[in-house]
């Protein structure tokens, strides 16, 4: 798919699209800024396809809500008027989601040319891009947002979600698996946004580049994600890895077991032993070595990569045990989003750690009660064989740390059930010893769309995973569960290190309008924007 932009508005158009879109925004803030004259203008042109919508009551106002039209003398052979909700509401996540949804909405049908009008969009956000990080109401995170000074060309911003949105969209979850699909994705050739003229047309081509880039890796993280076990193996893991770092121009370094038996990376390998599929951890690293980022950071983002997670001994109920398949995500988002950096900067220091495993029973299971010694020393009791996620990523932080002489971590793991029930799939969980970094850390996640809230690390909690046969355990009572997973992975660290807990927000169960059942490519942008230092303050 082309993607181009224009400054002229609706007559910027360079050809008759197939559909354009035309997004409507309720509330009082879009008409003082020039809406209104704008869909006047659109109303007239369409030959009053706007005001006959609403003389029926029929103008779609609510979000991911459709109503088509015929085009009239505009540039199109046919209308799509798709409601974006209340300008209240609206941030970034909502134009990016509006945009997938426009575009799955063609799935089926033969558009081959898509035009977006921007120009609402674009008025909507003007002067209040800082303010454009909120989820679900705008007092969400308000407290971050507002310390932001950062001003951003409101065209620029609609362009990067849009066409982020509209990539997104066009993927399509069941083409890879199933045989048969009901409605197949638009075929797409051009995609083309109408900007007002008052837009900086070199700045929206640029936001095009990036944009794409970042989209091809988010649907790369969802794609990859939702591949079965069975196919998707470990050392499956290493080997698509590698390719990747081999068409981006990254380092690849897959450790098998018997380095990590000779390193001591005795957490991860009780996950691994399980399983026939044996464990391995890929290191995906860009820049020259040693050398630092222009933030002055080493970063290395470390993912959670459990191929499948049964619950070993402490088996799992058999009941939707298929969805540990997405037990993998966060590994796939640290490589996908590392491969991205990669393209949007080469030559920039970054590190990705996956720690691949599969968690299952057999003979030569681990046991409740085993005691191992972590890569950093540490002797941990496994009470519990389904808390596997913390014992591989302790072992892949403290190797981060020590072997790459990472300057701050970040790592991204479905870790746990609570976090799920908890915080549900639009928001993750987050932590982290360092304020200023968590700080970033959740700047960059509201620049890319994504939503983490902050649960404390309380210390007292500590005591809840003592143990009598080694240093501390991997589980414990009920009590500040989700606390523990923390501090737990807190052990393993020395340097400012943020963690995301995105077992909600990493796979949906049902479709959305903007998106399919299956991986969400959770934390992927988020990653990226902090690794290019979208999360700084300017
Ligand atoms: N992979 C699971 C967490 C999970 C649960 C992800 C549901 C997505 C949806 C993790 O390994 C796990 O089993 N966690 C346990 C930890 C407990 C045994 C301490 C949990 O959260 O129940
Ligand atoms: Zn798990
Ligand atoms: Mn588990």
Redesign the pocket.
């Known amino acids: 798919m082309r993607i181009q932009v224009s400054a002229g508005g609706l007559s910027g158009a360079t050809a008759k699209s197939g559909l354009l879109a035309i997004p409507l925004i309720n509330g009082k803030g879009s008409s003082e800024r020039g809406t209104s004259a704008h869909l006047t203008e659109v109303d007239r042109r369409s030959g009053g396809q706007l005001t006959a919508l609403r003389a029926v009551g029929d103008a779609p106002s609510k979000r991911f809500s459709f109503s088509t039209a015929p085009a009239g003398s505009l540039p199109a052979e046919q209308l799509l008027f798709a409601g974006l909700g209340s300008a209240e509401t609206l941030d970034r996540q909502a134009i990016l989601r509006w945009a997938a949804a426009v575009t799955r909405k063609l799935a089926g049908r033969n558009v081959r040319r898509l035009a977006i009008d921007a120009t609402p969009i674009v008025a909507a956000l003007k002067g209040d891009a800082p303010a454009l990080y909120a989820n679900g109401g705008a007092s969400f995170g308000a407290g971050i947002d507002a310390r932001s000074k950062e001003r951003l060309d409101a065209g620029v911003l609609a362009v990067e979600l849009i066409v982020r949105g509209v990539i997104e969209g066009s993927f399509h979850e069941g083409l890879d698996g199933k045989s048969h699909v009901e409605a197949f994705p638009a075929p797409l050739e051009l995609l083309e946004i109408l900007l007002p003229t008052s837009c900086d047309l070199s700045a929206a081509k640029a936001a095009v580049r990036r944009s794409e880039i970042i989209a091809d890796g988010t649907v790369r993280t969802k794609r990859w994600s939702n591949r079965p076990a069975n196919e998707m193996p470990p050392l499956g893991i290493a080997e698509e890895a590698r390719d990747r770092a081999r068409a981006v121009g990254l380092r690849a370094r897959i450790i098998g077991v018997k380095e990590l038996e000779r390193m001591g990376a005795g957490m991860l390998l009780a996950v691994g032993r399980g399983s026939d599929n044996p464990p391995c951890m890929v290191v995906l690293s860009g820049g020259a070595p040693r050398s630092k980022d222009p933030l002055g950071r080493r970063l290395a983002m470390v993912g959670?990569g459990?191929c499948f997670?049964t619950?070993g001994i402490?088996i799992?109920p058999a009941d939707g045990m298929e969805?540990?398949k997405?037990?993998k995500n966060g590994a796939i988002a640290v490589i996908e989003a590392a491969a991205t950096v990669a393209q949007l900067d080469p030559g920039r220091v970054i590190h990705a750690v996956a720690a691949c495993v599969e968690?299952m029973p057999s003979g030569h299971a681990t046991r409740p009660g085993d005691v191992v010694t972590a890569l950093n020393g540490k002797r941990v009791e496994i009470t519990?064989t389904?808390?596997?996620?913390?014992l591989i990523l302790g072992d892949a932080l403290h190797f981060a740390e020590r072997d790459l002489g990472a300057t701050h971590l970040v790592d991204v793991?479905?870790?746990?059930?609570?976090?799920?029930s908890t915080f549900g799939g639009e928001v993750a969980g987050s932590c982290g010893t360092d304020p200023n970094f968590l700080d970033e850390t959740h700047l960059a996640a509201r620049r890319a769309g994504e939503v983490y809230w902050p649960y404390p690390l309380a210390d007292a909690y500590m005591k809840n995973m003592d143990s009598w046969a080694g240093d501390f355990q991997?589980?414990?009572t009920r009590e500040a569960?989700l606390i523990?997973?923390g501090l737990f992975l807190r052990e393993f660290t020395t340097v400012p290190w943020v963690h995301l807990d995105i077992?909600?927000t990493?796979?949906r169960r049902a479709n959305a309008p903007w998106a399919g059942r299956g991986s969400t490519g959770a934390a992927h942008s988020t990653l990226v924007e902090l690794a290019m230092g979208g999360g700084v303050r300017r």
């Not at 389904?386 to 913390?390: K, T």
């Open positions: 959670k459990v997670d619950g402490s799992k969805e540990m997405m037990d968690n519990n389904d808390a596997e996620g913390r793991a479905t870790l746990t059930g609570i976090v799920n991997n589980s414990g569960m523990r997973s077992a909600g990493a796979y």
